[in-house]
């Protein structure tokens, strides 16, 4: 990985895909597909499917959020059930078994009818399969930790880890998760993926599933 200049900016996720595709045809990463974090991971993984000549599909997760606080992930949970927990917090924060529970199964179910309303048709096998998995960014990891447990538990020959930026720490913890790890940057100053781009504009439904086509 390389920890890159606090200047380094993309243009868009568009841009930022095509250069993560020229690294991994640079590194001979191969894959028999890619798997997008919707939504700002398609157009990413559009770009780094046809860089590599790989289908392209989706990977769904949605964060669990601290009681009273959404926004602070406490874990993640993909659209198979499984589940990445941050135990530690988890446990500092005193938040209840039940709580954590009745999360999981409602962000279990909204993971599930988005990966239904994006596919068209069955999920794709990835038993012995190279899977290269693809976001805009990594920072806390939850939803990313999650993707990959989902992947895992099919039984992959292979899964990289690919993203245009990442915090340092987080990206050292993946790196125990998958195979390998493709990051164009991680930043010892990183605070937010979106410092990173000049052009971050939220990805719609609509737009997103359009890069699956």
């Not at 990413?44 to 990977?59: F, K, Q, S, T």
């Not at 899964?159 to 245009?164: N, T, W």
Request: a negative charge; one cysteine or more; proline letters at 6%.
């Amino acid at each position: 990985m390389h920890r890159g200049s606090p200047t380094t900016q993309f243009a868009d996720r568009e841009e930022a895909g095509q250069r993560l595709g020229e690294r991994l045809r640079q590194e001979n990463v191969d894959g028999d597909i890619v798997l997008a974090i919707p939504r700002g991971g398609l157009p990413l993984g559009r770009a780094v499917a046809d860089a590599i000549d790989a289908p392209l599909d989706i990977v769904v997760a949605k964060k669990i959020g601290a009681p009273g606080n959404p926004e602070f992930a406490i874990g993640a949970v993909a659209a198979d059930g499984s589940v990445w927990l941050n135990e530690r917090v988890i446990e500092r924060q005193g938040i209840g078994r039940d709580y954590v529970a009745d999360a999981r199964e409602q962000k279990a179910r909204e993971a599930r009818q988005k990966a239904e309303r994006y596919r068209d048709g069955p999920p794709p096998e990835l038993a012995g399969k190279r899977v290269v998995i693809v976001d805009d960014g990594v920072a806390t990891g939850a939803t990313v930790r999650a993707c990959i447990e989902q992947v895992r538990a099919e039984q992959p020959a292979r899964i990289v880890l690919a993203v245009p930026v990442g915090s340092p720490r987080t990206m050292e913890e993946l790196e125990e998760m998958v195979d390998a790890v493709v990051a164009l940057e991680t930043p010892a100053d990183f605070r937010a993926v979106g410092q990173f781009y000049q052009d971050f504009a939220q990805v719609t439904d609509e737009e997103a599933m359009a890069y699956l086509d």
